[in-house]
């Protein structure tokens, strides 16, 4: 049961940085100066699930960690706005290549997970507690 609580934190965890990371990516998306030079860059977690045996059930669990957070390579959008601060002398600006409904439907996923994750270990937690009890009885 504690394996299974543990896996379900680590999913938690794994969520909460995906929500993090969407959300950083939303509120910049019209960020077209950062401190190191140019738009901001939209960033992305690569999670992957490290499977992990219960000794006591010999039971395979997936527990999900957060593998790196990268930068997307792709290039810039560019829009043509000469009264820009950020304009080029040709009147182009640089704008990070971020697509806002989809960060918003990826952010909603995340969010999901999140509550389904937080759900199931209060289950978990709630059947720990009526084991103890149902054992505390014999």
Sequence with gaps: ??????????????????????ASNIANAETTRTDEGGPYKKRMVV?????????????TLAKPEVKAVLEDTKAPKTVYQPGHPDANEDGYVEYPNINVVAEMTELMSASRAYEAATAAIRTAKEMAEKGASIAGRF
């Design 1 to 22: 049961m504690y394996k299974a609580i543990e896996a379900l934190s680590s999913g938690l965890s794994v969520a909460r940085m995906r929500v993090n990371v969407l």
């Design 47 to 59: 999670q992957v699930a490290q499977p992990f045996t219960d000794v006591l059930d010999d039971v």
